[in-house]
């Protein structure tokens, strides 16, 4: 019913930049918080960050000031953009969304596939 896709990740050198985006599509009625997950070998998933759909955003300690998260609703898209990037924040990054499908009356959880990001020192 609904399908989150991720793009963008890749192979960088440490102090550069990354811009992941996912976009959701499928019978979607309303897409309320987004955000990004990241699950290193061998570590469980954390949470990176997530935004509302009015925008406000929250991070985890390790990447304050270094990520930003934004969200097109109209395209029910998230951004999740790296800067400064350190080789701790290699790993599988997963995007998700909470959605209400058309014809339900309780949201979800969705999840992307993972893209991998790796960061060399």
């Known amino acids: 019913q609904v399908q989150l896709v991720e793009s963008g990740g890749g192979l960088v050198q440490a102090g550069g930049s990354l811009r992941l985006s996912c976009a959701a599509s499928?019978?979607?009625?309303?897409?309320?918080?987004m955000g990004w997950y990241r699950q290193a070998p061998g570590k469980p998933r954390e949470l990176v960050g997530r935004?509302?759909?009015?925008?406000?955003?929250a991070y985890v300690e390790s990447v304050k000031g270094r990520f930003t998260i934004s969200r097109d609703n109209a395209k029910n898209t998230v951004y999740l953009q790296m800067n400064s990037l350190k080789p701790e924040d290699t790993a599988v990054y997963y995007c998700?969304?909470?959605?209400?499908?058309?014809?339900?009356?309780?949201?979800?959880?969705?999840w992307g596939q993972g893209t991998q990001v790796t960061v060399s020192s």
């Open positions: 935004i509302t759909s009015g925008g406000t955003t």
């Open positions: 998700n969304a909470r959605v209400l499908v058309v014809g339900t009356t309780g949201s979800n959880d969705y």
């Open positions: 499928g019978s979607i009625f309303s897409t309320y918080n």
